[in-house]
């Protein structure tokens, strides 16, 4: 303590500090603000709707009805899904034969289970066949709204045959779904989706005459998301009270000028193993996410108090008690607008 008052009483040494943090707030309030910028357009992609089917092609309808989700690995985007998919059709093209799991990652690894030795002819002249699926599939996901994320689950079929003017895939959306039983660890299901897609592909594949048109791609996905619960008491809740015992340290006497310093010193090394401790649940992803956010936010605050703390503490030296009653005054003022920052900052970052 001896050593940190020797340090608070030179003029120089508090002038670099704030110079120092300043720099350092500066550049926490810089980032935050970019974050509120909008988002550049995604690139064009190979997929897009359905719009229209074409009069040549035989349509296929397929249903989807999900049993189980398990082993869902965010570092690796896979996930293993087992889930009943059917077809009914009309036409001489088997719409099985030539089927494709255009996101399936281990083929060797995948069964596909059928329920009848031969498709089954229906009384209104159509075939029908069930395939019982099970097998490790990646999806893509997007940690930006991390740890409110909403994620996809998804399976997604293709002919690697016929294009789309000879056979079109189409999501059964009346009896699609899945079980009641169904539930991933962690996570909470909320709704289920379908899409009638086209793919154009970039090469023609080695052929002399190649065939430009896209291929049909029905795509069925389960949507998932994080209990609110774990982002508010798990993540926020221990910032919230690290925040609190660092910038409360300014509702302490402006005579306690070492213990003004110290405390949110000790919350910013906190802050720091409180970020480290979530970052090893996530993989490395070249944007911040929702929470780094909100962990910048805090460090701004806690670094602003440590300026606060050595400006009082220099007012002190200058001027002795006669500054107290002032310092209590810029103490309260600048502690309720910590807070309005605080609630503002992370209500905004939530809603961008």
Known sequence: MPLISGWLRSRSFRGLCGLFLGAIAFTLLLRLGLSFLPVKSTPATSLVTLEQIPPTAQPVRVGFYGLNIYNLDIASNSYFLDAYIWFRWKGKIDPIADLEFANAVDDWGMTQKPGYEKPQLQPDGSFYQILRVEGRFIQPFNLARYPLDQQQISIMLENSIYTAKDLVYLADTQDSGYADTLAIHGWSITDWSSQNLLRTYSSNFGLAIPDTSPYSVVRFAILIERPVSYFIWKLLFPLMIVLMSGC???????????????????????????????????PEVGYLVLLDKIYALAYFLIITAVMAAIFTAGRVKDKGGDSYVSIVQIDRCFLALQVIALVTGVWGLIQL
Do not use: C, E, K, M
């Not at 949110?264 to 802050?271: E, F, I, K």
């Open 248 to 282: 409360g340290a300014l509702l302490l006497h402006p005579s306690y000028a070492d213990s003004r310093v110290v405390l949110p010193v000790t919350a910013l090394l906190t802050v720091v193993f409180l970020q480290q401790s979530y970052s090893n649940d996530i």
